[in-house]
T-cell receptor, first 116, second 112 residues
Framework: SAVISQKPSRDICQRGTSLTIQCQVD?????MFWYRQQPGQSLTLIAT?????????ESGFVIDKFPISRPNLTFSTLTVSNMSPEDSSIYLC?????????????FGQGTRLTVV | GNSVTQMEGPVTLSEEAFLTINCTYT??????LFWYVQYPGEGLQLLLK?????DKGSNKGFEATYRKETTSFHLEKGSVQVSDSAVYFC???????????FGAGTRLFVKA
């Protein structure tokens, strides 16, 4: 298994500002995934982050709005830039446990963001 | 492409009632199937999983069987409790760095 720590757990931010969310994993993993869960909705993948390369963004998400860093195999950050109330969501970090077949993805507890 | 469809909620049951939440999927290859649960104000937890056809996943009284012939993975519990009130997500994933694809989620309310 993998234990994921996300910080902050929640925040209230002013529109126009940026927030950086941190994700720390207790083991080395190749790929990390960032998801968004808008209120009352399911989870949508924002991007996939590999160590040492640019993140791969899903349709509808762009690097300027959601820049991602992946400096090593246990850590990643997601920044929500120039925030608006529509960015109010839960943001979740996810990893695949290393060295296992047909394994599930593990999720952090999420960052609950409210933009006012 | 890959997708997951699950029954819409909310589902409201009385304590000790039988629960079924339907889930069907479309996938290329041979994905693993999962049920995740999200309790109020909390993150996502894996409830159970099945990695190949005819596998049955089970946990905390919940069960689901991977049915390839009907492309389904329905969640069942024989007797629900108030503490089971949560949102349940059906999901699929292929190994090797692929993303997890989620259904829309089904909110369950259990009344005492």
């Amino acid at each position: 298994s993998a234990v994921i720590s996300q910080k902050p757990s929640r925040d209230i931010c002013q529109r126009g500002t940026s927030l950086t969310i941190q994700c720390q994993v207790d083991s080395q993993v190749t790929m990390m995934f960032w998801y968004r869960q808008q209120p009352g909705q399911s989870l949508t993948l924002i991007a996939t982050a590999n160590q040492g390369s640019e993140a791969t963004y899903e349709s509808g998400f762009v690097i300027d709005k959601f820049p991602i860093s992946r400096p090593n195999l246990t850590f990643s950050t997601l920044t929500v830039s120039n925030m608006s109330p529509e960015d109010s969501s839960i943001y979740l970090c996810s990893v695949e446990a290393p060295g296992q077949e047909n394994t599930e993805a593990f999720f952090g507890q999420g960052t609950r963001l409210t933009v006012v | 492409g890959n997708s997951v469809t699950q029954m819409e909620g909310p589902v409201t049951l009385s304590e000790e009632a039988f629960l079924t939440i339907n889930c069907t999927y479309t996938a290329t290859g041979y994905p693993s199937l999962f049920w995740y649960v999200q309790y109020p104000g909390e993150g996502l937890q894996l409830l159970l999983k099945a990695t190949k056809a005819d596998d049955k996943g089970s946990n905390k009284g919940f069960e689901a069987t991977y049915r390839k012939e009907t492309t389904s993975f329905h969640l069942e519990k024989g007797s629900v409790q108030v503490s089971d009130s949560a949102v349940y997500f059906c999901a699929l994933r292929r190994t090797g760095g692929f993303k997890t694809i989620f259904g829309a989620g089904t909110r369950l309310f259990v009344k005492a």
